[in-house]
T-cell receptor, first 115, second 111 residues
Framework: KAGVTQTPRYLIKTRGQQVTLSCSPI?????VSWYQQTPGQGLQFLFE???????NKGNFPGRFSGRQFSNSRSEMNVSTLELGDSALYLC??????????????FGSGTRLTVV | QKEVEQDPGPLSVPEGAIVSLNCTYS??????FMWYRQYSRKGPELLMY????GNKEDGRFTAQVDKSSKYISLFIRDSQPSDSATYLC???????????FGQGTRLTINP
């Protein structure tokens, strides 16, 4: 069974540019979440999509946006890149486990470097 | 103050030792408690999850949750060099669609 696929694996962008990252969830998973991981802040929640609708959003500026397509694939976009946006961006798809817990399967991430 | 606190380490122990990893939290609404393991250049993978208080065992791993103290632990018995990774605790409120992570503890098991 294929896991969560994120593309590209690595990106280098210049300040002020915009970037689009892609995520293909595990087949059958309809929920896709995005997280940002940095050495200073750790893993922080960006947003979550289910059936093409954003259900929850973290505390990030409006430059960060996302969407989900009818096949559950998701993209996130960051506009007007800043140096502080350099991070590992992780996508996770999930299903409900026993007792209502959600089991998140993460992709290997996209390493974004802003110069 | 962060909702979830975790000592980032690094923690280095000899092979075969018992490892104890811990997190504290401030949000009493957390009901789901998880431990993830993350190898270098990989995404986190779910190791254990616990609902509410109590213990859960899976092979060499034991997860404990003490809601009265807002404290969770992961124990690794007979640690192996392949256990060397960053371990992240994560928590969620019932019905929420997001996880709140600790900073992660970098663990090295020395042969």
């Amino acid at each position: 069974k294929a896991g969560v696929t994120q593309t590209p694996r690595y990106l280098i962008k210049t300040r002020g540019q915009q970037v689009t990252l892609s995520c293909s969830p595990i087949s059958g998973h309809r929920s896709v979440s995005w997280y940002q991981q940095t050495p200073g802040q750790g893993l922080q929640f960006l947003f979550e999509y289910f059936s093409e609708t954003q259900r929850n959003k973290g505390n990030f500026p409006g430059r960060f946006s996302g969407r989900q397509f009818s096949n559950s694939r998701s993209e996130m976009n960051v506009s007007t890149l800043e140096l502080g946006d350099s991070a590992l961006y992780l996508c996770a798809s999930s299903l409900v486990l026993a007792q209502g817990a959600r089991g998140y399967t993460f992709g290997s991430g996209t390493r974004l470097t802003v110069v | 103050q962060k909702e979830v606190e975790q000592d980032p380490g690094p923690l280095s122990v000899p092979e075969g030792a018992i490892v104890s990893l811990n997190c504290t939290y401030s949000n009493s609404a957390f009901q789901y408690f998880m431990w993830y393991r993350q190898y270098s250049r990989k995404g986190p993978e779910l190791l254990m999850y616990t609902y509410s208080s109590g213990n859960k065992e899976d092979g060499r791993f034991t997860a404990q949750v003490d809601k009265s103290s807002k404290y969770i632990s992961l124990f690794i018995r007979d640690s192996q060099p392949s256990d060397s990774a960053t371990y992240l605790c994560a928590m969620a409120v019932q019905g929420a669609q997001k996880l709140v992570f600790g900073q992660g503890t970098r663990l090295t098991i020395n042969p």
